[in-house]
């Protein structure tokens, strides 16, 4: 018996290729099906983490208050006083604890499939799910990370106002955008390894270019065309409209509103289609 005549006679019974990509619209109505497999996954790994170190999730929360204090005792001192915003800690604050989030997404999406190759080998789901799973890991450890800052910003004299309520949606624009960006490094990190080892220099070239520690229109004021172009940063947008909502004095373009809502909105899209289109090799490779 020919594969062709095995295949003729496996349609005829409804029978279909273990990983064979299915019609998108039935691949994203799967995957909603299924959405509760991706919630699971990210509390195991928050608890398995949580197993494995002495302090537990408090890391989660540690180790951004420890970069923005190296951040902000090396570059406090070393950037002069024209380059950075009166109220220095809270701005350094936002920037780092929201950089984060990205960051955290990124490298963690990159690894989602090439980690999990048992995983996606003897069972039958929509890949798409890993670098979804790690991206709702991800916004689990958000919401302590934004109860310690508001904290935080309070401690440094930043008054609680109604327009602190502003984050959520600046935050939710951020979620597509990292969701994207987590599914399209995923699918390069199955067919590129090395993608991997590049990502974290990705990640720091990102981050100082997103004017965590220093205020990008200070330094570009007299460069328009610059400060246009570094405008542009997806990164940057998200921090600054999260400064916007959360510090005083720290007035955020409107039109960056738009183009975190386009930034979101297309790299989501493209890494759902772009991810999709390779469903049959994951595993495989």
């Given at each position: 018996?020919?594969d062709e005549?095995?295949?003729?006679?496996?349609?005829?019974?409804?029978l279909?290729?273990?990983g064979?990509r299915?019609?998108?619209g039935r691949y994203?109505a799967?995957?909603?099906?299924?959405r509760?497999?991706?919630?699971?996954?990210?509390k195991?790994?928050i608890?398995?983490?949580?197993?494995r170190?002495?302090?537990?999730?408090?890391w989660?929360?540690i180790?951004?208050?420890?970069?923005?204090?190296v951040?902000?005792?090396?570059?406090g001192f070393i950037?002069?006083?024209?380059?950075?915003p009166?109220?220095?800690?809270?701005?350094?604050?936002?920037g780092?604890?929201?950089?984060?989030?990205?960051?955290?997404s990124?490298g963690?999406?990159?690894?989602?499939?090439?980690s999990?190759?048992?995983?996606?080998?003897?069972?039958?789901f929509p890949?798409?799910l890993l670098p979804?799973?790690?991206?709702?890991?991800?916004?689990?450890?958000l919401?302590p990370?934004l109860?310690?800052?508001?904290?935080l910003l309070?401690?440094f004299?930043e008054p609680?106002?109604?327009?602190?309520?502003?984050?959520?949606?600046?935050?939710l624009?951020m979620t597509?955008?990292?969701?994207?960006v987590?599914?399209?490094?995923?699918?390069?990190?199955?067919?590129i390894?090395?993608?991997?080892?590049?990502?974290p220099?990705?990640?720091?070239?990102i981050f100082?270019?997103?004017s965590?520690f220093?205020?990008?229109?200070?330094?570009?004021?007299h460069?328009?065309?610059?400060?246009?172009?570094?405008?542009?940063?997806?990164?940057?947008?998200?921090i600054?409209?999260?400064?916007d909502?959360l510090?005083t004095?720290?007035?955020?373009?409107p039109?960056?509103?738009l183009?975190?809502?386009?930034?979101s909105?297309?790299?989501?899209?493209?890494?759902?289609?772009?991810?999709w289109?390779a469903?049959e090799?994951?595993?495989?490779?």
């Open positions: 018996m020919t005549s095995v295949a003729a006679i496996a349609r005829r019974f409804g279909t290729r273990v064979v299915p019609p998108l994203l799967e995957t909603w099906s299924r509760a497999f991706a919630a699971t996954l990210a195991y790994r608890q398995s983490e949580n197993e170190n002495r302090l537990g999730i408090a989660v929360v180790k951004p208050m420890l970069n923005a204090l951040y902000g005792l090396v570059f950037l002069p006083p024209g380059s950075r009166d109220n220095f800690v809270p701005f350094l604050l936002v780092v604890f929201i950089f984060e989030y990205f960051a955290s990124f963690s999406g990159a690894k989602s499939v090439t999990n190759q048992r995983l996606v080998q003897s069972l039958s890949r798409i979804l799973a790690v991206l709702l890991e991800q916004a689990f450890r919401l990370i109860a310690v800052l508001a904290i309070l401690v004299n609680l106002t109604p327009e602190w309520l502003m984050v959520i949606p600046v935050l624009l597509l955008f990292n969701a994207g987590a599914m399209i490094a995923a699918r390069l990190s199955v067919h390894r090395d993608i991997q080892q590049v990502i220099f990705v990640t720091r070239i100082y270019t997103s965590i220093f205020s990008i229109d200070l330094i570009l004021a460069r328009p065309d610059l400060l246009a172009i570094a405008h542009l940063n997806p990164v940057y947008e998200f600054a409209l999260s400064r909502a510090i004095g720290s007035p955020a373009e039109v960056l509103w183009w975190a809502s386009i930034w909105v297309v790299v989501f899209l493209f890494g759902v289609l772009y991810f289109q469903e090799r994951y595993g495989r490779e």
